[in-house]
């Protein structure tokens, strides 16, 4: 049964990747919506958040270049973002209704840098929470300026940690055999 849920996954991501067609694109989404009804608010807030801001940059860059070069680039901008929009909202679903940690199942290696990433992750977030948590009750919240300041170290402190965690992990990794 597995194996069957990994095809399908797989022919489905090829399949919207394969489709050219703005008109084809924009009959697949309602259908995604329908399927997804009972989630469907809150698959879109996530697909939004974690999208928004690349597609932004990459479009009003295309915007800009088809500007110069005097292209008119609209078609192809409402093309890639609805692609990326429904490979992100299917990933999104496909992954809120299958365990993921089942799904790379089939390779150990997989697994293996599947638990290691899940493991930072589940981390950095409760670091922030905690973070967070502490901000408030230490600042009050009139007070722009140590606002800012904590999101420049929140900054830091993540991107060392992060430096950090990477240099033991390969560590690790290389004893194991994976390089």
């Given amino acids: 049964m597995q194996n ?9 991501v ?6 050219k067609s703005v008109s084809i694109l924009f009959f697949v989404l309602p259908f995604l919506w329908i399927i997804s009804f009972k989630y469907f608010i809150k698959i879109n807030k996530k697909v939004i958040k974690s999208i928004f801001v690349f597609n932004l940059s990459i479009s ?5 270049m088809g500007y110069i070069q005097g292209i008119f680039v609209s078609e192809y901008l409402i093309y890639i973002n609805l692609k990326v929009y429904l490979l992100t909202y299917f990933v999104f679903w496909f992954f809120a209704k299958v365990d993921v940690v089942q799904f790379f199942s ?6 293996y ?4 990433s899940l493991s930072q992750i589940v ?4 670091t922030f929470e905690d973070m967070k948590l502490a901000y408030r009750a230490r600042v009050i919240y009139k007070v722009k300026n140590r606002q800012e300041g904590f999101i420049v170290n929140s900054f830091r402190f993540f991107f060392e940690k992060a430096l950090h965690d990477s240099k033991e992990r390969s ?8 390089f």
Avoid: N
Wanted: overall charge positive; hydrophobic content about 55%.
């Fill in 60 to 64: 009003i860059g295309y915007l800009l």
């Fill in 171 to 178: 560590l690790a990794m290389k004893s194991r055999g994976f």
């Fill in 113 to 116: 840098l599947l638990s290691i």
């Fill in 14 to 19: 090829f399949l919207l990747l394969y489709v």
């Fill in 123 to 126: 981390s950095y977030k409760k």
């Fill in 106 to 111: 089939f390779s150990k290696d997989l697994s």
């Fill in 4 to 12: 069957i849920i990994r095809v399908s996954f797989i022919s489905i």
